[in-house]
């Protein structure tokens, strides 16, 4: 099996007036597969910017990405959006759900939009996977009428229910309480190792990264491997 | 459509809200006035076409103001046909107490169609014989009369037979001069009307099968080629004269439509527009989890393909409402019946219109936020507006073009309309982007007037835009306002003071003295009178008329065709001469025309007219074109001559005065004793009537306008609110921050009223140039759109603009 990412020498750079701004310089790493990979940094740092590179959420200015074994920085914006329905989950520090629609809703759209199962699978799936996560009573709630923590869980159930075999997580309990954090940063934890599912976690939380397999640090735009 | 596009469909149409009624609303508005203008014009057509028949009495009828020419008498013994001949006269009892009527003398085969109905239940040739008329009701009332006793019709007295209850050929029954009397041509010829200044409609009436009507009617259009004051009129195509005055109200009505589909159109790319920018972040989500720009494009040109669908069948319901309305208002005066006929080409084009406005002004935002880049979903809070790129508004100029076309149904008037359109928004844009330049290097200490002005300044959350979209609303809506006032004004503005109450016709030159002393014995006021020389045009700049009429259209043939009245020695306010001059110094041979006229005639000063009078033709040179004012109701003639060309002419006089009700009283009486020839038209009752019609047109046109300012103000509440609620996030941070509801407030306040004054006095001030344009070159009137009414206007919009700053709250 190709190794679910790799990246070499990929660099990204903002023009900001007259100048330009090194977001992500030369970066240099792979992860395997089943692995738990948080990369740390301090704002400003570039951790966003490498990961919606990793993500296929923006292109990079130089440099090579696969991502199972697909050249990303090869690939169109289209290409990039055809991939991540596929290939890719995602959890975002604010939970990024869409208002109007409901919980179940939410979680069912990554399968509509795969298309791979029918539509009564999926909202067996869908809601399997909420009831899972303790969301069994809110199915038919939408985000507004939904505490952080819900929310959040939502998210991950919106994440997971494709059974992608990456998932990228950015800042997934930086809105949440401690207690609600753990709480999700739990189930997060338990998803990945029952579906041996590939994750990159950006997060600035240092007691969280170290749960991680491995630790990778960005600073100034560079990536170093934390001991 | 699959399952889960509709899944999708469904959601996303939910997302609208309460927003959708707005967005229905504001495509139904324009929709609803375009089809409904259209619908009642059609059915009016399609009324008169149906009913053409009786109408007219006739397949085929000609009509001329001379006896008709030998090869019309011999083409009619080849057919079945019957003649009319109608005037106005007086009519009296023996005691010589008179009242104007519509005599109507007829051959025995009238009517070819349709009946008149008698109260005897005979038909008319049974009770018409030379000595003998039948008559409306209203003459036996008036004039004290029964049924076999004596009328006087110029002094010559007939026996009334029976009465008549209905005719189906009066098309003019609101508007009749007086009541009907009947009688045969032999009769009529016995009364001795027909003579010269005797205004005579003849009528020759043709029934025939439609295997002979086109073979006719060629036939007639060749007879009328040599005879052009004779006018042919065909069952199969509308009266000229009413298809103009369809077309023209049609016109009219469809310029105040027009405006509300602009207010809609305005409405409807606000209202979607900034649905579309509150999606930004969804959008951003949608292209992260992988759906496609195709898929996303699909999905909001559907939600707004539905929209539009919706906004066309609310459309069409609110068509047939207001139509319904409306021809409750007009049916009293059509004696015809209307029913609102569903034409499924007006539905076609407003479905078109409805849909295809729609989709198209909103292309733009939705190709625009299918760009949003993925990675948004990374910058949590940020919530930069992403204009459109210069290209875009190209298609807002397309979409503009098309609505404009629809109405106006002519490309170079629709091109001017746009280029005017664009200007004007050109305007509005570089004075609010002006002011607000100016307010933002102002200085302020008061945080929340400093934080209002800001905001008002800002260029962020679309506000630009949303002001000049007010302000273009306040434009349109305060126009509408603006132009049916002065409208209803001009309507009303029958000037009574100095205005004749009587006509007096066809006095003989030699009966002007005696007339004159019987007027002057009874205390007549504002005496005006003025000689009349009857006359057809046979030339135009060396051109024959009948050559010119060859290529009108028959709407247009009138001018060129009809028996002109000119007259001499009137005079001439010279502040009503347009060009040229009529004074000492004019030619003998020089005329004056009234400018209208002169348009439609294509002639100006320099020119030559030729004019054939009593078979004598005499050129005449313009001299003079001038405007008259026809509300003041005073003697006003289209061709006025000088007294050394015109005086030896064969003529006879008009006059016109003051007179009280017992003045007018004792002069019929006088006229019917010693001048019965003599027609006193009475301009009471029919001024009166008059009123009654044009209020009720005025009804109907405040009517439109108010639903459209109505409706044009919910899409501007609906604007402005989108605007408050893409601020949510910073009015929850100022809260955060410590200020309170009432600080908060107070900065929404100033900001309205600071956004309610600008839009106020620039929209205000635009309507008030746009109407002017509207009055002065559509319409042809030299009315001034009310001052006063636009400075109100612009206070209103202020007001009611800040009054929604306390009532409009975005939510938490």
């Known amino acids: 099996m190709s190794i679910p990412v790799t990246v070499k020498g990929l660099s990204r750079s903002f023009p900001s007036g007259e100048t330009t701004i090194q977001a992500v310089q030369d970066v240099q790493f792979e992860v395997h597969q089943g692995e738990l990979v948080a990369i740390v940094g301090s704002s400003g740092s570039g951790k966003s910017t490498l990961l919606s590179l990793l993500a296929g959420l923006d292109s990079p200015s130089a440099g090579g990405l696969w991502v199972l074994g697909q050249p990303l920085h090869d690939m169109s914006e289209e290409e990039r959006a055809l991939f991540r329905r596929q290939h890719l989950g995602f959890v975002f520090q604010s939970f990024q759900l869409f208002a109007e629609y409901t919980a ?124 | 459509m699959r399952g889960q596009q509709l899944r999708w469909l469904k959601r996303e149409l939910r997302s609208l809200g309460s927003r959708v009624w707005i967005i229905l609303l504001a495509i139904a508005l324009g929709v609803g006035a375009v089809n409904g203008v259209h619908s009642l014009a059609d059915s009016i057509r399609g009324a008169i076409q149906n009913q053409s028949r009786p109408l007219m009495a006739a397949d085929i009828v000609n009509q001329s103001v001379h006896p008709f020419p030998e090869d019309y008498q011999n083409l009619a013994d080849e057919y079945e046909t019957s003649e009319t001949k109608e005037m106005l006269s007086m009519v009296s009892n023996t005691k010589f107490e008179s009242l104007l009527a519509e005599i109507k003398g007829v051959s025995p085969k009238y009517p070819l169609y349709g009946e008149v109905v008698l109260e005897s239940g005979q038909s008319l040739d049974e009770q018409l014989s030379i000595n003998s008329v039948v008559v409306q009701r209203t003459i036996l009332k008036r004039l004290g009369l029964k049924l076999g006793e004596t009328v006087l019709i110029n002094g010559k007295p007939f026996t009334i037979r029976d009465v008549v209850e209905s005719e189906s050929d009066r098309v003019n029954v609101g508007m009749a001069a007086g009541p009907r009397v009947f009688l045969s041509l032999e009769a009529l010829e016995r009364t001795g009307l027909d003579q010269l200044g005797s205004r005579i409609t003849r009528k020759l009436q043709w029934k025939v099968s439609e295997e002979q009507k086109s073979e006719l009617v060629t036939t007639l259009g060749n007879l009328e080629e040599q005879h052009s004051f004779v006018t042919t009129q065909s069952s199969n195509r509308a009266n000229p004269s009413t298809s103009r005055s369809i077309n023209n109200s049609e016109r009219f009505l469809g310029v105040v439509a027009l405006m509300s589909l602009l207010i809609g159109t305005i409405g409807v790319v606000q209202a979607l527009s900034n649905w579309l920018a509150s999606r930004r972040n969804e959008i951003a989500i949608f292209r992260c989890l992988g759906m496609s720009r195709r898929e996303i494009t699909g999905l909001y040109v559907t939600v707004v393909l539905i929209l539009g669908l919706g906004g066309f069948l609310l459309g069409i319901a609110f068509s047939y409402v207001g139509m319904s309305l409306l021809l409750e208002i007009v049916q009293p005066y059509i004696p015809i019946d209307i029913v609102l006929q569903a034409s499924i080409w007006n539905w076609l084009s407003a479905l078109v219109l409805g849909v295809g406005v729609s989709v198209l002004s909103t292309l733009p935002s939705i190709v625009s936020m299918t760009q949003v880049p993925a990675s948004v979903v990374l910058q949590d809070g940020q919530d930069s507006y992403g204009g459109l790129r210069w290209y875009w508004y190209g298609i807002y100029g397309v979409v503009l073009f098309g609505t404009l076309y629809s109405q106006l149904q002519n490309l170079l008037w629709s091109a001017i309309a746009l280029a005017v359109l664009c200007l004007i928004v050109g305007l509005v844009y570089a004075l609010v982007y002006g002011i607000q330049t100016m307010l933002r290097r102002q200085k302020f200490r008061s945080w929340t007037l400093r934080h209002a002005v800001r905001n008002f300044a800002s260029t962020a959350f679309g506000l630009r835009t949303a002001i000049v979209a007010l302000t273009l609303g306040v434009t349109v809506i305060v126009s509408i306002g603006l132009m049916q006032d002065s409208l209803t004004k001009q309507i009303r503005n029958v000037s009574l003071t100095t205005a004749p109450t009587n006509f007096f016709v066809d006095i003989q030159p030699d009966q002007w003295a005696e007339t004159k002393n019987l007027l002057q014995d009874n205390q007549i006021a504002h005496l005006q009178s003025a000689p009349v020389v009857m006359g057809r045009i046979s030339k135009i700049k060396g051109v024959s008329v009948s050559k010119i009429v060859e290529t009108k259209p028959d709407s247009e043939r009138w001018a060129f065709t009809r028996e002109q009245r000119l007259s001499y020695d009137v005079p001439i306010d010279v502040e009503t001469v347009l060009n040229g001059r009529f004074d000492e110094t004019t030619p003998d041979n020089g005329l004056c025309l009234e400018t209208r006229y002169a348009d439609r005639l294509g002639v100006t000063v320099g020119d030559a007219l030729t004019f054939d009078i009593q078979g004598i033709p005499i050129e005449f040179e313009v001299s003079a074109i001038r405007r008259i004012q026809w509300e003041s109701m005073q003697m006003n003639f289209f061709l006025v001559g000088t007294s050394e060309t015109l005086l030896e002419a064969p003529q006879f006089r008009l006059a016109a005065g003051q007179l009280t009700e017992e003045g007018e009283e004792s002069v019929q009486t006088g006229f019917a004793k010693t001048l019965p020839n003599v027609t006193v038209v009475s301009l009471r009752n029919i001024v009166e009537r008059v009123s009654v019609i044009l209020n009720s047109i005025a009804l109907a046109i405040q009517t439109m306008g108010a639903f459209s300012i109505l409706m044009g103000c919910i899409i501007m509440i609906s604007s402005l609110q989108a605007s408050l609620e893409r601020r949510r996030k910073q009015f929850n941070l100022l809260s955060v921050l410590g200020s309170t509801q009432v600080e908060i407030s107070k900065m929404v306040s100033t900001e309205m009223i600071l956004t309610g004054f600008i839009s106020g006095v620039l929209g205000s001030g635009l309507a008030w140039v746009c109407t002017w344009g509207l009055l002065r070159f559509v319409f042809r009137m030299q009315t001034m759109p009310s001052v006063v009414g636009t400075l109100l206007s612009a206070m209103l919009v202020t007001v009611c603009v800040a009054l929604m700053g306390r009532w409009i709250r975005p939510g938490k």
């Open chain 1, 104 to 227: 179940l809703e939410n979680v069912l759209f990554p399968l509509e939009l795969q298309g791979a199962v029918s539509y009564e699978e999926a909202v067996q799936t869908a809601t399997a996977l909420l009831s899972r996560l303790g969301l069994g009573d809110r199915l038919h709630h939408k985000p507004s009428k939904m505490s952080g923590g819900e929310q959040q869980r939502v998210a991950i159930a919106r994440a997971f229910v494709t059974q992608p075999p990456i998932l990228f997580a950015d800042e997934p309990t930086g809105n949440l309480d401690n207690e609600t954090g753990m709480v999700v940063e739990k189930l997060l934890f338990d998803l990945q190792r029952e579906t041996a599912t590939t994750v990159i976690l950006v997060t600035h939380d240092l007691e969280l990264a170290k749960k991680a397999d491995r630790i990778l640090e960005m600073s100034g735009g560079r990536l170093s491997e934390r001991a």
